[in-house]
């Protein structure tokens, strides 16, 4: 059995937005659109978190402190 994907967005997720607002009402529809299809499951990519750490220590730590912020549930 397949589960249908939910797609919610944290309060301040696009803070560092730096675009129009009908940039980011477009964004946000071609996000819901990707995981609604399910296309968003193919267009993902897996993150090693400690070759980030490496690559980009700064990028690293703000994914690292959002992921500790948000709660999740595994059903």
């Given at each position: 059995m397949n589960k249908k994907l939910?797609?919610?967005f944290a309060p301040g997720a696009?803070?560092?937005?730096?675009?129009t607002q009908e940039e980011l009402d477009q964004l946000v529809k071609t996000?819901?659109?990707?995981v609604d299809?399910?296309?968003i499951?193919?267009?993902s990519q897996e993150v090693d978190l400690d070759e980030l750490?490496?690559?980009?220590?700064e990028l690293a730590d703000i994914l690292l402190t959002r992921l500790a912020?948000?709660?999740?549930?595994?059903?």
């Open positions: 939910t797609l919610k696009f803070d560092d937005f730096d675009g996000i819901q659109e990707a299809s399910g296309e499951l193919q267009m750490a490496t690559e980009d220590p912020d948000t709660p999740r549930r595994l059903n």
